[in-house]
Structure formats: C-alpha cells, structure tokens
C-alpha cells in the first residue's frame, strides 16, 4: 500500500510533527508499505496528484494539519486519510468548541469563559474581568483557543497575572480562554478505533506543569503507564475517554487529556492527531496495551481506508 | 530530514540503510535517557527551538540570524584562490596539520590583530576551528561542574550551552550603554570571595556586543583590566566585531591594555571573511596554551588544512582591508536602515540600542510583554527576531529582543522592522484594553516626526 506520511507543516509544532513523521515512516515501512513522506507546504495537492497515495497518513500537529484543513483537502482529492474527519478536527482543535460539545454531552469539563481580542478591544470586556475572575477563581489557566503543545498556555495565580497571561495567548490565537484550575492528577487516554487504551499518568518534575519543554524532552517528566489508579477510577477515566471520542466524533486515532481530581474525571482537551515521536504519549499506550508501535500505525492505516470504504490491506 | 522522493529508488523500501533503522520504543529511550551525562541536560528552550525552526521558511523576513553576508565576496577570487591550492598543494592541503595551526595561518592572524593594535607572539596563538571552538576550549581547559563563570547580561547565546554544558554556574552582569558594569562587576566578585569563590573566568564582547550592540567604554576597559590584575582573575575577550565599526573612534582591545597576562583573546574571520570556512583563534600565554592544545587534539586534531590554505592565499592577494572596508560600506546602509525604521515604526514604549558597528542591535520592550509570544505572533506575520531569553541563563530578557541588519538587504530590514512594529503595536493597545489603561496611542505609521526618538539604551538593574 503506498501511503503518503503528511508533516511538517507551517505551525509552530512543525518540529514535533516531523519527528511524528519520521517515526510513522519507519513503522509503516517495516511493515512493506511504501512510504512517501510529504513535508507539507504549498504544493501539497500537486504532490498528492502527483504521488497518487492510497492512503495518507496525517501526522501534522497544531494549525493547518490538525484542525481539518488538511483533512478537507483529502476528502476533495478523495485519498482516504488517517484519524478523525473534518468535523471532528473542527471541533478537537478549538478548544473552546471542543468543551461546548462536551457539556452539552453532560461530560465534566472545568468552568471556562472564552474571549476574542475584539471584546477587549471593542465591547470593554476588561470591566467583566472581576466577575469573571470571581465565577472560576484562582489559580486560573489561561490558554489559546487553538494551538496545541502548551504553547501560550500560563497560570495565572493572582488578578495581576491575568493581562500578561492574556496577551500571551493572544500571540498565538485571537480567541483565548480562561478556565478554572482543576487540582487533580493529570491523564491522558489514548484511543484506537474508539477504545481506550492504558491511561497513562504525566508526572512533572518541575514546578510549572505546563512546561512545554517538559513535553519534549525525555527525562524532564515521569510517565506511569498504566497509570497507577483505583478501579473505580480507572473505569471513570475510561469512560470520560470514550464518551468524549464519540460526543465529537472521532475516529481512528486521538488522546483525550483530563484531570483526575476527588469529585472524578474532567476532560481538558482532546487531541486529533497526537504526538507520535518517541517520546510521546500515544505509542507509550499502545505499547502498554501489547500492540508494537508498527502494528498501531497499521491498524490506523486500516481503520483510514474502512472509512473510505475501500479495503487497504496489503 | 528525509523529503519526498520522486523516483522510486528514492523513496524508503523494506532494506533499510543502518541510518533508517526503526526508532525505538519510548521505553528504549527511557533507558537511554539513564546513561546521559549529567552535563546534556543543558536543554534551552524547546519552545523557542520550535518557533525559531519556522524563521526558517523562505517567505519569512528573518532578522533573527547572524549572518554576515558572504554574496559579496567575488566568486572568481574564490575560484582562482581554490584553483592555486589544487594545483601547487594539493596533497598538502589535503593533508592533516599542526594542532596549533600553519605558521603562515598565524601570520594573517597577526595581520587582523595588528589592525586594532595588537601584536601576539605567535607561540602564544591556536588557530581554531571557529571562535565558538575557542570558547569551548577555554571552557573545556578552566570550567570544572559547579565552578562560576562571569559574563554579561544579556551574553552572546551562542555562549550560554557551553558553558552550561560545562556545569559551569554562569553568573551574568547588567549592561548599559557604555557595555559591562564594571562597578557592578566588582560587587559581584566582592559577594563570591566573601564566600570564598572566585570566578574562572569573566567572558565578554566588549566590542558591538552580541546582542546588545553595545561598547564597553575606554574608561571601563581600563577599569576592568585593573580588575584583573588586582584580582588575579582572567578575562576572555571575545572580539568578532571589532573591526567593523562604522562610527566613532575605535578602542583599544582588552588584550592591548593588557599585553596579555590575564586577558585570554579569542577572534575569528567569520564577520569579516566567512562564516563558512570555519576559522577562528585564541591567544593565550603559555601555560594556558599548553592545556589549550591538549584539548584540542582531543577535540579535533587540527583545523582544516584546505581552510587554512585558503586564508593564507586570500591573505596573499593583499585586498583583505578592502573587503572589510566594503562590508562596513554595506552594513552601516543597514544598521541606519534599522535604526530609521525602529524610529518610525516601534511604538514609544520601545527602546533600542544604537550600535556603532557590528552585526545586532537589542530592542527592549514593556516588560508586559514577552518577546517568545510574540515571536509566534510576529511569525503569522511572517518576521522573525531572536527573543532575549536566549541572552539570559535564568529566564531574564523576556522584553527584549535580537535584530540582525547584517543578513538582510535595506527594503527587507525596513518591511521587517514595519511588520515587527505593527505586532508590538497592536499588543500594546490589547493591554491598553485588558487592564483598562486605556488606548495607549498606537504611533502613527506614517509619522515619522512623532514616531519615537531613539531613545538611549538603558538597562534596568
């Protein structure tokens, strides 16, 4: 099967993208695909003619590769293509739509309010900023609608905080969210197919747990996989997971992230296309769950060309 | 980074080359990740490794980079250069060499320093691969974990991982204007010996600094000579710069007032020859130098003989002075480019150094304001500049930012500076609107009058 490996891209997660890709390439390779890896840019429909691919499979993370554009383009060019549609891209990559599906599925997320600059910059927004701060409290997290990575995203611990968290998230997106601090262990489920695989427990080292460096950098952060948990909350972090993947509509592959606190799980975001480098979250699932990062990425090439309603096997 | 392949041969079949083997597991990393010396958990900031990966893009205007610009050197001289050496000493110049470097080498070294006043013995010279391998061999030859090490605040970036990768705690000294502050210095080697510490070294550019484009005064270079001789510390000099002043009288290096007891003199031909030849040098008195070239067998070996051949006949020609004349010529049109630009399109809450040569000059904006962000923000609009956290080992910087005039031609460097303005411009009337101080002014593009002066560069401290 010839699958093109889309990544790289022109968002700022370019870099984690491409290490994505290259380790995908590798897996769908040992596997007797013929890989062709397409570093995204503006050629990328001419390429896809050109290469005809029977599949494609998208490893680009953050703007452009994540949030459906990529996707829209395959679906016009009628290649089939890994991960989540269109809609459901939409709806993972905004997070701010992502929890207004959420609720409206009575799955817990934390309190939020979300803004454009334009309701600074025009409707006064910053004279509801007390009751704002009153209603989710402090600590709060204040964080870019879009963007994934932790990029943008800060803390604010106290009012004063607040304007420099804002217009830090406001370099990356034009709507920005602040949303309650949940205290709570931090998860992450990965699902394939719409089952969830081990939960795997993130355990920063440093104080600042939105490090983004700490993402990336093997040693900076403790992984548990399975993660350590009691029955009852395993199985509610598992059904958290589930109930999300089908309330926006994934399919394939995604990694829902929550928070783990006494009342149970909130949801905090859902990744479309998670990070598939060596050090990321996903294959570390999928390995706990018996199944080689190869055999994970062959099933996701699968699952690409069922939906297709073609049948992509070798 | 492997790119798409057109032909099937290019693209990856089932026999993988050793290079394309499959990765290994994130458990296998783990394991990996066990082994490492304690000195690789240097790790800067990912984030701004990610961002600075995009100013790559060719639709990007970046002033980020610090590259001299080599177009102008005339592809012809390189020809008939390289053609002399292939056809009078090519098995010579294929050959390894001394691991101080060719006595020929040191004589164009002599020359460029002999330029600014300084006349080295030659024992005392080690032709180097680059100034950043001296840095790293002074590092390697003083800096045992835990020891301190004194630079500047903000310091060149380049510098940071090598001493961080040393263990060295690096302990950085505000600037301002006039470059160092030496009293500042001094109170800091004050604190260290009353709890018995004593610097290794004190690294500075006390030329056009990088990335502040600042110049330590005559006055304070004679200050911190002093400083060394009381005290019995080193100084290392790092002067890439020096040459390329484009006003004002020069100074005289640290190495000069000194003669070379305890100041360590580290140069290079990559601002004013090319960056790509790889040839730097450092000047040192004998006993250092001892250590010095142990360490740099251990390295390298030697410099690269082809290198060192052809700076020797480049040299021969006699128009090095020429070249560097015409690279000032170019790059003051940038620097006053830059500085016109900042002035009519920075918001008056920005300040900006205004160098008298060199390659950079460094943009301090409210400290609301953090420059990483704004890199991503700037990036949508496709400019880029190096945000001053990377001048800093402890998050400091955060306002400021690095601009390059050396690697950009006028209109980019103008249409660069506007775009740039245009992002800070619009974050300072959004926290104008957050915090309710209200409707900062945003200058007025067209303005150039009321723009904003430069305004003189001074640091907080």
New interface residues.
């Given amino acids: 099967v010839r699958v093109a490996v889309l990544k790289?891209g022109?968002s700022?997660?370019?870099?984690?993208s491409?290490r994505s890709g290259?380790?995908v390439?590798?897996?769908l390779?040992?596997l007797?695909h013929?890989?062709?890896?397409?570093?995204v840019g503006a050629d990328l429909v001419r390429?896809l003619k050109?290469?005809r691919p029977d599949v494609a499979f998208v490893a680009l993370h953050g703007s452009g590769g994540e949030d459906g554009t990529a996707q829209e383009l395959l679906e016009i060019l009628g290649i089939p293509y890994t991960g989540p549609g269109v809609a459901a891209c939409a709806r993972a990559a905004d997070k701010v739509v992502a929890k207004h599906e959420l609720r409206a599925a009575g799955i817990p997320t934390p309190d939020w309010v979300a803004f454009n600059?334009t309701a600074?910059?025009e409707l006064?927004a910053?004279?509801a900023?007390e009751e704002i701060e009153a209603q989710l409290g402090f600590p709060l997290v204040v964080k870019p609608a879009r963007g994934g990575?932790a990029?943008?995203v800060r803390f604010a611990a106290r009012r004063d905080d607040?304007?420099?968290a804002?217009?830090?998230a406001?370099?990356?997106d034009d709507r920005v969210m602040l949303e309650r601090h949940v205290p709570g262990r931090e998860l992450t489920v990965g699902l394939l197919d719409g089952e969830a695989l081990p939960i795997v427990e993130v355990l920063p080292k440093e104080e600042d747990r939105f490090n983004?460096?700490a993402?990336?950098?093997?040693?900076?952060t403790d992984y548990v996989c399975p993660a350590n948990l009691a029955d009852a909350d395993a199985d509610a972090v598992g059904e958290a997971a589930v109930a999300t993947w089908r309330a926006l509509g994934c399919e394939g592959f995604a990694r829902v992230d929550l928070l783990l606190g006494p009342p149970g799980p909130e949801v905090i975001e859902v990744n479309a296309v998670p990070g598939l480098t060596?050090?990321?979250l996903f294959?570390?699932a999928t390995?706990a769950a018996g199944l080689r990062?190869?055999d994970a990425c062959g099933r996701i090439v699968e699952l690409a060309g069922r939906r297709a309603g073609a049948a992509i096997t070798r | 980074v492997r790119e798409l392949g057109d032909s099937p041969s290019e693209r990856p079949g089932p026999d993988l080359p050793a290079h394309r083997r499959p990765h290994t597991s994130a458990r296998d990393l783990e394991r990996y990740a066990d082994l490492f010396a304690a000195r690789t958990r240097v790790m800067r900031s990912s984030a701004m490794r990610d961002l600075m990966a995009v100013t790559a893009r060719p639709e990007v205007i970046s002033l980020a980079g610090g590259l001299p610009d080599t177009s102008t050197f005339p592809p012809s001289s390189f020809a008939a250069q390289m053609t002399r050496i292939a056809q009078e000493s090519s098995a010579q110049a294929l050959q390894y060499g001394p691991t101080e470097g060719f006595a020929r080498t040191k004589e164009c070294i002599a020359e460029v320093m002999a330029a600014e006043g300084m006349r080295p013995d030659p024992d005392d010279v080690i032709v180097t691969t680059g100034g950043q391998q001296a840095i790293d061999l002074v590092a390697k030859t003083f800096v045992d974990p835990g020891d301190a090490v004194i630079c500047e605040a903000p310091t060149y970036p380049g510098a940071v991982p090598v001493f961080t990768s040393y263990q060295a705690e690096t302990i950085q000294i505000a600037i301002d204007d006039d470059g160092m502050r030496v009293d500042e210095l001094e109170a800091t080697l004050d604190r260290l010996a009353a709890a018995g510490r004593r610097p290794k070294f004190i690294y500075t550019v006390p030329s056009f600094q990088n990335p502040a484009g600042v110049t330590l005064s005559a006055e304070r270079r004679r200050r911190l000579v002093a400083i060394a001789r009381e005290r019995e510390l080193l100084v290392v000099e790092d002067n890439p710069y020096g040459l390329l002043r484009y006003e004002g009288e020069p100074l005289d290096p640290l190495y000069k007032l000194d003669g070379g007891d305890y100041v360590l003199y580290l140069g290079t031909l990559s601002k004013i020859l090319s960056p790509g030849i790889r040839l730097g040098w450092l000047v040192a008195p004998p006993p250092v130098m001892e250590k010095v070239v142990l360490g740099k067998q251990a390295t390298d070996l030697c410099t690269s003989t082809l290198t060192q051949y052809f700076v020797a006949e480049y040299f021969a020609e006699g128009r090095w002075r020429e070249y560097v004349a015409s690279l000032i010529e170019i790059y003051r049109s940038r620097r006053d480019a830059m500085l016109d630009a900042l002035a009519r399109h920075l918001p008056p809450q920005a300040r900006w150094s205004r160098p008298e040569g060199g390659l950079f000059l460094w943009a301090t904006l409210p400290d609301y304001l953090d420059t990483t962000d704004l890199l991503a923000r700037a990036l949508r609009d496709n400019v880029a500049f190096v945000p001053g956290a990377a001048a800093y080992v402890d998050g400091a910087g955060s306002s400021s930012m690095r601009l390059n005039f050396s690697g950009s031609n006028e209109d980019e460097i103008v249409e660069g500076i506007r775009r740039i303005g245009e992002v800070i411009t619009e974050q300072v009337a959004l926290y104008g609107s957050i915090t309710g101080e209200h409707r900062i002014a945003a200058a007025d593009p067209g303005d150039a009058a009321e723009g904003g002066d430069v305004v003189p560069f001074r640091r907080a401290t």
Avoid: H
């Fill in positions: 790289g022109r700022l997660e370019r870099q984690v491409l290259a380790r390439e590798d897996a390779a040992e007797g013929e890989v062709v890896p397409v570093d390429r050109q290469v600059a600074f910059r006064g910053a004279d900023l990575s990029l943008g607040v304007p420099e804002l217009l830090a406001f370099s990356y983004y460096e993402r990336y950098e093997i040693g900076r060596d050090t990321s294959p570390m390995e990062f190869e």
